[in-house]
């Protein structure tokens, strides 16, 4: 503005609230969310009402309006340290896995365990689900609908947890000896720290999840995990990544695009709702097939009383009539050992250069 202009101008009205108001069905579900106990964040209110009513509205709106209508929840402000987290370049590349036991039912003292899967470079939460308590069943039930409906990654980020490492030097836990069967290795965490984003994930289930559930007056697992199921594609498709900028799904679409993949099909395989299924007791020690082992003991415990839907093959010794005392044997020809051998070739390249032949032999 010139000199000129500057000594005429004079302020005007504005335009005033531009804002529509909300319809009563998107007020009385932010009310009814936020009086719930525990509250919800207002990020899960603004999340609820896109996803229920098809109404998008901020978080900071939302914020706004609790404060008007005295429904923010008193809590002390927390700092938050300045880190930065590295990640690979492919999806596929990592799996971040981990479980979170936490009551998620509000006023139940039992602590269900939260299955927890999630993609490095895009945030994709590839599976979660509730299960009554973790156990090596429930491990290899989770990891078998995951990866039968996305997919094979190269790697799964853990912890020292039992069900994953053992101490016995060039020994594997039956779970780790299962993924090793179709090349998924393991890698692990030092610290918690380490694995900062699956952290921060059960930090956003336990935020959400819990007062959602006690809003609807949800109570079971029944229940529960189907909601889980339709959050977890919600928050896939429609909610922005800070971290990454867009949603998680639309960071996997572009490494797609980008030729940045690392996923595998699942294997049309013979073995394979065997090798990632839960097993069926069986009395007796018995070993565990590919490592050939005795299955190591899970938090030093006895060993359970498990057996692999694939055991070794028990070997018999075998003597010849030569040598031998008189008996009935005496004077028969020397009988060799029947070799049986089942040939199977799998359509799945294990370690992506050459295939893999099951071979089951038995005396």
């Known amino acids: 503005m010139g000199q000129r202009q500057a000594q005429q101008w004079s302020p005007r009205l504005s335009g005033g609230v531009r804002s529509s108001a909300w319809p009563k069905a998107v007020q009385d579900l932010v009310v009814r969310l936020l009086k719930a106990k525990p509250p919800c964040s207002y990020s899960l209110v603004s999340s609820e009402c896109l996803r229920r009513l098809g109404h998008k509205v901020d978080r900071a709106t939302v914020r706004r309006f609790a404060l008007q209508n005295n429904l923010a929840p008193q809590r002390p402000p927390r700092k938050r340290p300045p880190g930065r987290r590295w990640q690979t370049q492919k999806v596929g590349q990592l799996w ?7 009551r998620w039912f509000v006023g139940q003292d039992w602590q269900p365990s939260l299955l927890h899967l999630m993609d ?3 945030r994709v939460i590839v599976a979660a689900k509730l299960s009554e308590r973790e156990t090596l069943l429930a491990h290899l039930d989770f990891l078998s609908q995951a990866l039968q409906a996305t997919g094979l990654p190269l790697c799964l ?3 020292f947890h039992s069900f994953f490492f053992t101490h016995v030097p060039d020994h594997h836990t039956p779970l780790a000896d299962s993924l090793r069967f ?3 290795s393991l890698r692990f965490a030092p610290t918690p720290q380490a694995k900062g984003k699956i952290e921060r994930g059960h ?3 336990q935020k959400r999840f819990p007062a959602l559930l006690a809003a609807d007056a949800i109570t079971t697992l029944a229940e529960a ?3 889980l199921d339709v959050l977890r594609r919600h928050h896939n498709t429609m909610e922005k990544h800070r971290e990454i900028r867009c949603t998680p799904q639309a960071a996997w679409n572009l490494a797609k695009k980008e030729s940045r993949w690392a996923l595998r099909p699942a294997p049309a395989c013979p073995w394979w709702p065997l090798r990632l299924q839960p097993a069926h007791p069986h009395p007796g020690r018995r070993r565990w097939a590919g490592s050939g082992r005795n299955p190591t003991p899970l938090g030093g415990r006895a060993a359970p009383e498990q057996s692999h839907p694939l055991p070794a093959p028990q070997r018999r010794r075998h003597r010849s009539s030569a040598g031998a005392g008189p008996g009935k044997n005496a004077g028969r020809p020397p009988q060799h050992p029947s070799l049986l051998v089942i040939y199977n070739k799998c359509n799945f390249d294990r370690t992506q250069k050459c295939n893999f032949e099951c071979t089951t032999t038995g005396w």
Do not use: I, T
Request: glycine share 4%; net charge negative; charged share 15%.
């Open 96 to 102: 971040q896995y981990d479980a979170s036991p936490h």
């Open 120 to 122: 490095d470079p895009s």
């Open 157 to 159: 980020y853990v912890d």
């Open 182 to 184: 179709y090349g998924v």
């Open 203 to 205: 930090q956003f289930w």
């Open 225 to 227: 995990n189907p909601l």
